[in-house]
């Protein structure tokens, strides 16, 4: 049988997660929709319940986006005008757009070549140049937190709060403790391709502090603690109700999906270990993602690295097998940050893992055979 003959194995399938809990969540929308209970409503409030009681934080306030929630992370926090966030250029965009738009400054750091993440020297360098730092932003990248007990001491040392971007972390621990609670305040994202996904946009903020997530309440309705009565300028930023009630159910699954993404990569990892595929950039193998045994990583991607990526991705969708890269152009080489004044070669971690990332098809419902065509292909391109 060719490959033109078999199914198309594709990077996410929401498909089969639908038809797991579509209709539990019908329901839910549906008695939203009758009730009329649109804006701020009840699943608001339980939704960010659980999430509070999940990850132990002492405050979860919903909202728009995930981009939001860092916008409502940093603004609640007061980090604004005349300070500067120390951050990866190797994230979405929205990393650093989140600090612009909260009126700072961004100042960025070079990521490990393991973990993708920040290296707490490179944070350590930066923050000795910039003592205007008010604040640290780790990115949890595709799915396992950062070096809590590299960048923690920085942080201290320095007396500057730590911001978690852990869009991509639900469920994601470290040393035991959530992603979620690690720092002064976290960012998630619902987008629908998370593993914890909304029907929509939909983003959450937790914070450490009660006061700080009261005023957080306040921004993400224009300033009003009292309809009508503005404390201060705001935006518009609330999470719908019918988007809490779709992470309401969605819950309930969350630690079983987040069990079975981990299975995946386990599978991937035996099939790869029964190639010669295995090795280093530099031999021009590919190099396999690892678990950092400290904590616990939810998978949210599986990312190999290899010199040939973009050969291999052509190749990989030749034979209907998707994959993606997240991110091929770093932030500090992004058109619309040139003011950030940072130059090409300035973060060669960040702009090597750039031109060698690959994400493969990762999700809980993914099947054994499927997962033996990826490694097959890739084999096969490679021999």
Not at 271 to 287: E, M, R
Request: charge should be negative.
């Amino acid at each position: 049988m060719s490959a033109a003959d078999l199914a198309p194995v594709p990077t996410l399938d929401l498909s089969r997660q639908y038809a797991a809990v579509g209709e539990q969540i019908a329901r839910a929308v549906a008695d939203v929709c009758s009730a009329g209970r649109f804006i701020l409503g009840r699943e608001v409030g339980e939704f960010e319940t659980a999430v509070a009681r999940t990850t132990a934080a002492s405050e979860a306030v919903g909202c728009a986006s995930g981009t939001d929630a860092l916008w409502l992370a940093l603004a609640a926090l007061r980090i604004g005008e005349g300070a500067a966030v120390v951050t990866t250029p190797f994230s979405f965009f929205a990393t650093v757009s989140s600090i612009l738009r909260a009126g700072a400054r961004p100042v960025l750091a070079d990521i490990d070549p393991v973990s993708f993440n920040l290296s707490a020297d490179a944070v350590a360098e930066a923050v000795r140049a910039n003592p205007d730092t008010r604040a640290i932003m780790p990115v949890h990248l595709y799915g396992q937190c950062a070096d809590w007990d590299a960048l923690a001491p920085v942080a201290a040392q320095n007396n500057l709060l730590l911001i978690e971007d852990a869009a991509q972390a639900f469920g994601a621990s470290w040393n035991g403790v959530q992603a979620g609670a690690l720092g002064d305040a976290a960012a998630f994202s619902f987008y629908p391709t998370k593993n914890l996904s909304a029907w929509g946009d939909a983003g959450l903020t937790t914070f450490r502090d009660a006061a700080t997530g009261e005023l957080a309440r306040a921004l993400r309705a224009h300033g009003m603690r009292r309809r009508y009565y503005h404390d201060e300028v705001g935006w518009n930023s609330r999470l719908d109700t019918v988007q809490a009630a779709v992470l309401l159910i969605k819950m309930q699954y969350i630690a079983q999906w987040n069990d079975d993404r981990r299975r995946v990569a386990e599978r991937y990892a035996a099939l790869f270990a029964d190639t010669s595929l295995v090795g280093s950039v530099a031999d021009g193998g590919i190099v396999l993602p690892t678990a950092d045994p400290r904590g616990v990583h939810v998978w949210h991607q599986y990312v190999i690295r290899t010199p040939r990526r973009d050969d291999l991705r052509a190749h990989l969708t030749a034979h209907g097998i998707g994959s993606e890269v997240y991110y091929p152009v770093p932030l500090h080489m992004q058109d619309a940050l040139r003011d950030l004044g940072y130059r090409e070669g300035q973060f060669p971690e960040s702009e090597k893992a750039a031109r060698e990332v690959l994400a493969l098809p990762i999700y809980p419902e993914l099947r054994e055979d499927e997962q033996v065509r990826v490694v097959e292909a890739i084999h096969k391109f490679f021999a």
